[in-house]
């Protein structure tokens, strides 16, 4: 049974380099408590004031660990990637502190089927997120793209010329194409939800969810 976590529970970040940094900022924004740890001293100082918590700290050491208090937290994310086994280490610590929750960077596959083996519950790619959404938009198709791991895609971009001007029941976008526009933008006004007597207009931006073929399929139709 998977335990609970609370939306607003606070949040353990290890390592402050550019992933764990901007995780750490987001949250901070996002007003959850975040307490962020690194054995560099000049990374915890210039985050000291940016999140709740700064800490220098080896969270390779399970005693370290222990005295910040990261058994208390119920989230934690290892954003340590350079060295595969610092964060393998940190992880299986973690672990052993039976924190609930455990987001961890990986910087190859074998590096998180590791993680995943030595207990995370989610493992994180960054770098190949990354390349595989710039490798969508570069093609000019695309807007945005956001890619889940059971290959289900929002994609953001402008709509193709044959679902323009007409109602999306009328169009039959999802039975020919088996892709389902959810959200639509018209010029200087906020998405709205798309209905089925949704009209699209030239200058309209929408999104659109479906497997990532499908979605290459739709995305390709003349503009």
């Known amino acids: 049974m998977v335990e609970q976590i609370r939306g607003d529970a606070p949040v353990l970040v290890i390592g402050l380099g550019r992933f764990g940094a901007a995780c750490a900022g987001e949250l901070d924004r996002l007003d959850r408590d975040v307490l962020a740890i690194d054995a560099n001293l000049e990374l915890v100082q210039k ?7 700064a800490v220098q700290a080896d969270a390779r050491n399970l005693d370290a660990l222990k005295q910040i208090g990261a058994q208390d937290f119920q989230v934690a994310v290892v954003a340590t990637g350079s ?9 299986a610590n973690l672990v052993d502190l039976k924190v609930p929750q455990i987001w961890a960077k990986a910087v190859s596959q074998s590096h998180g089927k590791i993680l995943a083996r030595v207990g995370a519950n989610h493992v994180i790619y960054p770098e190949r997120e990354a390349g595989e959404r710039v490798a969508h938009l570069v093609s000019g198709r695309m807007l945005d793209f956001i890619r889940f791991d059971d290959d289900f895609v929002l994609a953001k971009m402008y709509p193709p010329k044959y679902i323009r001007g007409i109602g999306l029941n009328k169009s039959g976008v999802r039975t020919k194409f088996n892709v389902t526009v959810v959200g639509v933008k018209s010029p200087g006004k906020p ?17 659109v969810s479906g497997t990532n ?3 290459e399929r739709f995305a390709s139709l003349e503009r």
């Open 83 to 91: 060295s595969i086994e610092s964060s393998v280490l940190i992880t």
């Open 213 to 215: 073929s499908d979605i």
């Open 191 to 207: 998405f709205r939800y798309a209905e089925a007597d949704t009209v699209v207009t030239n200058h309209d931006l929408i999104i």
């Open 47 to 53: 985050w000291s004031e940016r999140v709740t918590h």
